[in-house]
C-alpha cells in the first residue's frame, strides 16, 4: 500500500457508547442482569479508525460537543494520528445504548445529540480535504442532505465513494444511491432499501441461501451503476458489478467466504469491514476488487475477537500476523 497518497475521508458520527452485556438480549419487559462498560463508538468514527489503523491517512468530518464525550473523540483521533475536522456543537454529543448476547449479537439505540447538527455548509468546508482523498465513504447517522453533499462534492473531483447505508432504519433517496460507486449494505439493509426503492420483497434472513443470479439481479436492480458489496455475517460477503465495470474481478458477481474467528462481539464488524475496504482501496486502486474485500472481511472477523468498536479495530500488522501478507 503506498501510505503517502492512501487518503481516506470518513463523513459520519461519533457516539460514546455504554454497552452491557448478558446472556441473552432483553425481551420487551424484562430485567436482566449483565456487565457493562462504555467506550468510543458511533458508525463513523469506528470507520475511521478501522481506515487509519488498516493503513490510511484519515480524515474525519463529524459533528461534536463541549463536553466529556467530544474531548474523548478529540483525543482518541489525535492518538491515532486521524486528522479530525469537527462542528462544535452546542449539542450533546451523540450516545448509543447497546446490548449484546453471549453469541454477540447485538441491539442498539442511538441518541444522535450533536450528530444531527453536522450541516451542508459545514461539509462544503471541506471540500479541499474531499477533492484530496481517493477514497470518500459515509454513513446514515448523520443528516442526509449533508452526507448526499460529501459524496457529491467527491464525485465533482473524481473521487470514488462508498455508501455504508447503515442503520437499516436510516432515512436514504434515489438521489444519494447515484451518487455511490460502492454500496455496502448488511442483510437487513439490502432488504430495506430494496423495499424502499424497488418496491421488492425480501427476507432478509434468507439472503445468505438466496441463489446467486437472483441476487446478483438485485443488486442491479438497487444499483445499476455501481458496486454493490451485501455483507452476510459468518456467510461471507455477496458482491455484484454491473457488466461494464467489473472493476478487474473475472466475473459480475461471485461470494467471498468468511474467516473463521471465534467471536465475542460483532458490534463494530459492519464499521470494520466498511473501514478496511475503504484503506484498501485507496491504498492499491488497480489491485482486482476482489482484493479489497477479501483485505476488509478479513479485518472485520478480527475485529469481532475484541469487545467494543473503535478500540477493537485491530492494527494492519495484526492482520498480516494472523491470516498472511496476501
Known amino acids: 500500500m503506498s501510505l503517502s497518497n492512501a487518503r481516506v475521508v470518513v463523513v459520519g458520527s461519533f457516539n460514546v457508547d455504554h454497552v452491557w452485556h448478558s446472556a441473552q438480549l432483553p425481551r420487551p419487559g424484562e430485567t436482566l442482569v449483565g456487565s457493562y462498560r ?15 489503523r488498516a493503513g490510511a491517512g484519515t480524515t474525519f468530518v463529524c459533528a461534536l460537543g463541549d463536553d466529556d464525550g467530544g474531548q474523548l ?8 494520528g486521524i486528522d479530525l475536522q469537527s462542528f462544535d456543537s452546542d449539542s450533546p454529543t451523540g450516545t448509543a445504548g447497546i446490548y ?8 442498539i439505540v442511538i ?7 453536522l450541516s451542508v455548509d459545514f461539509v462544503t ?4 480535504a474531499i477533492a484530496n482523498a481517493r477514497i470518500v465513504l459515509a454513513q446514515l447517522e448523520s443528516p442526509l442532505e449533508s452526507v448526499l453533499e460529501a459524496m457529491r462534492l467527491a464525485r465533482a ?26 454500496l455496502t449494505p448488511n442483510e437487513t439493509e439490502f432488504a430495506g432499501l430494496l423495499l424502499r426503492h424497488a418496491n421488492e420483497t425480501v427476507d432478509a434472513d434468507a439472503l445468505a441461501g438466496m441463489d446467486d443470479v437472483r441476487l446478483h439481479r438485485l443488486c442491479r436492480t438497487l444499483l445499476p451503476r455501481g458496486t454493490v458489496v451485501v455483507t452476510l455475517g459468518a456467510a461471507g460477503a455477496f458482491v455484484s458489478h454491473r457488466s461494464e465495470q467489473t472493476r478487474g474481478d473475472d466475473g459480475e458477481h461471485y461470494r467471498m467466504p468468511a474467516e473463521s474467528v471465534d467471536a465475542i462481539d460483532t458490534t ?8 478496511a475496504l475503504a484503506a484498501s482501496l485507496a491504498g492499491d486502486p488497480a489491485a482486482p476488487f476482489s482484493t479489497h474485500v477479501r483485505f476488509a472481511s478479513r479485518y472485520a472477523a478480527l475485529s469481532t475477537e475484541r469487545e467494543g468498536a473503535a478500540l477493537a479495530m485491530p492494527a494492519r500488522d495484526e492482520l498480516a500476523k494472523r491470516f498472511g501478507a496476501d
Open 111 to 117: 441518541g444522535p445529540g450533536a450528530n444531527a447538527e
Open 38 to 52: 462504555t467506550g468510543p463508538g458511533g458508525k463513523g468514527f469506528n470507520q475511521a479508525v478501522a481506515a487509519v
Open 157 to 182: 473531483s473524481g473521487i470514488r465513494t462508498v455508501l455504508n447505508p447503515a442503520p437499516a432504519n436510516a432515512e436514504s433517496s434515489r438521489e444519494l444511491l447515484a451518487v455511490a460507486d460502492i
Open 268 to 275: 463494530g464488524a459492519g464499521d470494520a469491514f466498511n473501514g
Open 73 to 80: 473523540a478529540r483525543h482518541l483521533a489525535d492518538a491515532d
Open 100 to 107: 449484546v448476547d453471549d453469541d454477540g449479537r447485538n441491539s
Open 125 to 128: 468546508g471541506r471540500s479541499d
